[in-house]
C-alpha cells in the first residue's frame, strides 16, 4: 500500500484484497470515526422506543447480511482489525445507509437520509471518448469532505479500479471506474423494499468493478445478483453505451442508452419500475425534488453543452455551478447543499477531474486532475479562467446544511446559528426564503408562547409564492396548525392542497383535539432540508 498526494490523498491498494482491507484500516484508525458516527447519527433520533426498535432492525439484518454474504464478512473483518475497532461497528454504519431508504416508512421518526445523486453521460470531444459526470449527494457535509480520497486497487486476477470516497469508507461502491473502460456511479432509491437475502450494496459494487468490462457482462452480472434496499448503478462504457439500472432487491429494471457526440445523458434518483409512483414513498417530496433537479440540468445542458465542443473540464465547470435565474421560481439545482463529490471519470483515457476540499462542492476555478491513471498516475492542479461562484451562495448554502447537520448530531444550539447566517448570506439569491422556511419550522418545534405563534403564522404566510409546490404545501400545512393554535380561526381546507399526501395529514390532523395538536405534529417532526422535504411522522398518510 502506498499513498500519494497533490491535493487530494490518493491510496494505492495491491495484491491480496484481506491483507489490503487490513492495511486500509490500519491507515483509517484514530480518524475512520468522523464519518462512520456521523453516518450512525442518521439512524438516531430524540427517542430511545424509536432507536432501540431501528437497532434492532439494523441488528437482524446484519446477522442475515454476514450469514449470506462471507465476501463481506471477510472484507469488513479484515478492515475492522486494522481499525481496532469492533466489527459489528463497522459493518452496521456501512449497512445504515441502505437501510434508511424503507426503515422511515415503517419505524416513525427515524429521518431518511439521502445518498443523492445526479449523472451526466456524454462525449468528450477532445478526448474523442466517453465520459461520465458525477455529482454525490450525501448528509455527511464537515465528515466526509474533510476526510476525502480516491483509492487505486489492483487486485489478485481483477482489473484495476479507481474510486473516490471517503476515510472509514473501504469500498469503492460509491464512484468508481476500472480499466475496462466502465464507470460507475451509485444513486439511492427509496421504496419500502427490503430483501434480507441481498448482498450489501458497498460489497456488491466492489463484485461488480471488479468483474464487468461491458454492458453485456454489467446485466448478466445485475440479473444474477440482489440487493438488500433498492438501487441505481448506473454505468458508462468503452464503446458509449450506458446502462441505468435499479436493483430491487432479486428484480432488475434497466435502461439502455447510446452517447454520440452533442448527447449529454442526465439521470437521477427517479425510479426505473415504472410500475411504481415515487410519491406513496416517504419522503413524499421526492418526486417533485427529482423532476426539478432534473429540469434544472436540462436547461443547463441546452444552455452550457448543446452545439458547443464538449469535454471534461467544460463539464466539470457546468455541472458545479448553480443554475442563478432571477426570472424562474425557486428550483433545486443538481448541485445542492449536500453535494460532497463532484467529478468527472474518463475510464477509456484513466482520467479524473474531482473538486476538493469542503463542500458542498460549487465551482471554484479549480479541479484536481489525475491522468494516466492505467500507468502511473499524474496528479495535478486544473486551473480555470473563469470567475468562481459567489461566494457568499457557497457559504450560504453550506450554513444550511449545517443546520441538518446539527438537527441530525442534535446539537439544537447549532442550528438556529446556522440558519440565521444562512438567511443573512442568501439575502440576494432566492434560497433565503428556503432558509427562512427552515427556521420556521424549528422554531415551530420549540416554541410555546401565544405571541411567538402569531409571529409564525405571519412570517408562514408571507413565504406564500416563494417556495416548490410541495412545500407551498407544507407551508398551508403549518398554517393551519397555527391558526388552531392561536385561535385565530382557519383559512386552510382539503382543496388548500396540491399533494395527497399533505391533504392526507391534514385530514387527520382535523381529528385531533386542540390540547394535543402541538405535541402531536411536533414530537416527530424531522425537517430534511438536503432534501427540501419535512417528514411529519406522526400520522401514515
Not at 57 to 74: D, E, G, I, M, W
Not at 190 to 197: A, G, K, V
Request: glycine fraction near 6%; charge should be neutral.
Amino acid at each position: 500500500m502506498t499513498n500519494t498526494s497533490i491535493d487530494l490523498p490518493i491510496i494505492k491498494l495491491f495484491g491480496d484484497p484481506t491483507e489490503n482491507f487490513y492495511q486500509l484500516g490500519l491507515k483509517d484508525k484514530n480518524r475512520h470515526n468522523v464519518v462512520l458516527d456521523h453516518i450512525n447519527s442518521l439512524i438516531k433520533t430524540p427517542w430511545k422506543g424509536v432507536n432501540l426498535v431501528a437497532g434492532e432492525v439494523l441488528k437482524q439484518v446484519l446477522a442475515r447480511t454476514l450469514a449470506n454474504c462471507p465476501h463481506f464478512k471477510k472484507n469488513i473483518s479484515a478492515y475492522s482489525e486494522g481499525l481496532g475497532t469492533p466489527f459489528d461497528e463497522v459493518a452496521r454504519a456501512l449497512l445504515t445507509p441502505e437501510l434508511l431508504s424503507f426503515m422511515s416508512k415503517w419505524i416513525p421518526g427515524l429521518p431518511p437520509g439521502l445518498l443523492g445523486c445526479s449523472s451526466y453521460f456524454f462525449w468528450d470531444d477532445k478526448l474523442g471518448s466517453p465520459a461520465h459526470g458525477r455529482i454525490l449527494d450525501f448528509p455527511l457535509l464537515g465528515s466526509f469532505d474533510k476526510e476525502e480520497r480516491v483509492i487505486i486497487t489492483k487486485f489478485n486476477n481483477s482489473p484495476k479500479i479507481v474510486s473516490y470516497g471517503s476515510v472509514g469508507m473501504p469500498y469503492p461502491g460509491l464512484t468508481a471506474m476500472n480499466s475496462e473502460g466502465v464507470s460507475y456511479a451509485l444513486h439511492q432509491k427509496f421504496t419500502d423494499s427490503l430483501n434480507q437475502n441481498g448482498t450489501p450494496i458497498f460489497e456488491l459494487a466492489f463484485q461488480l468493478m471488479s468483474k464487468v468490462g461491458d454492458k453485456k457482462s454489467a446485466i448478466e452480472f445485475l440479473k444474477k445478483n440482489q440487493s438488500i434496499t433498492p438501487w441505481g448503478m448506473n454505468l458508462g462504457f468503452s464503446d458509449g453505451s450506458v446502462l441505468t439500472a435499479e436493483l430491487s432487491g432479486a428484480e432488475l429494471f434497466y435502461r439502455e442508452h447510446q452517447l454520440e457526440p452533442g448527447k449529454v445523458i442526465y439521470v437521477n434518483n427517479k425510479l426505473e419500475d415504472t410500475s411504481l409512483d415515487q410519491k406513496d414513498f416517504f419522503p413524499y417530496g421526492l418526486d417533485e425534488f427529482n423532476n426539478l433537479r432534473e429540469e434544472v440540468a436540462l436547461e443547463k445542458i441546452d444552455k452550457f453543452l448543446n452545439k458547443k465542443e464538449v469535454d471534461d473540464k467544460r463539464v466539470l465547470r457546468v455541472i458545479s455551478s448553480p443554475l442563478i435565474n432571477k426570472k424562474s421560481p425557486l428550483r433545486p439545482d443538481p448541485t445542492t447543499m449536500s453535494s460532497l463529490g463532484i467529478s468527472i471519470f474518463n475510464p477509456t483515457e484513466g482520467r479524473a477531474l474531482i473538486i476538493s476540499k469542503e463542500g458542498p462542492k460549487y465551482f471554484k476555478a479549480e479541479a484536481h486532475k489525475i491522468t494516466d491513471l492505467w500507468k502511473e498516475e499524474v496528479s495535478s492542479i486544473e486551473k480555470y479562467k473563469e470567475s468562481k461562484t459567489d461566494e457568499k451562495y457557497c457559504q450560504g448554502m453550506r450554513h444550511l446544511m449545517l443546520a441538518q447537520v446539527a438537527f441530525d448530531k442534535d446539537i439544537k444550539e447549532d442550528i438556529y446559528h446556522h440558519l440565521q447566517m444562512s438567511i443573512e448570506l442568501l439575502k440576494d439569491y432566492k434560497e433565503k426564503n428556503l432558509a427562512a422556511f427552515y427556521f420556521l419550522i424549528f422554531q415551530y418545534k420549540e416554541e410555546k408562547h401565544e405571541k411567538v405563534r402569531n409571529n409564525l403564522l405571519d412570517q408562514f404566510r408571507d413565504l406564500r409564492g416563494k417556495l416548490t409546490p410541495y412545500l407551498e404545501d407544507n407551508i398551508s400545512l403549518f398554517i393551519y396548525r397555527l391558526e388552531r393554535l392561536t385561535k385565530v380561526g382557519s383559512t386552510i381546507n382539503a382543496e388548500s392542497f396540491s399533494f395527497e399526501k399533505i391533504k392526507t395529514l391534514y385530514i387527520e390532523e382535523e381529528k385531533i383535539p386542540d390540547f394535543l395538536l402541538h405535541k402531536a405534529t411536533a414530537t416527530l417532526l424531522n425537517p430534511r432540508i438536503d432534501m427540501w422535504d419535512c417528514i411529519h411522522a406522526h400520522i401514515k398518510a
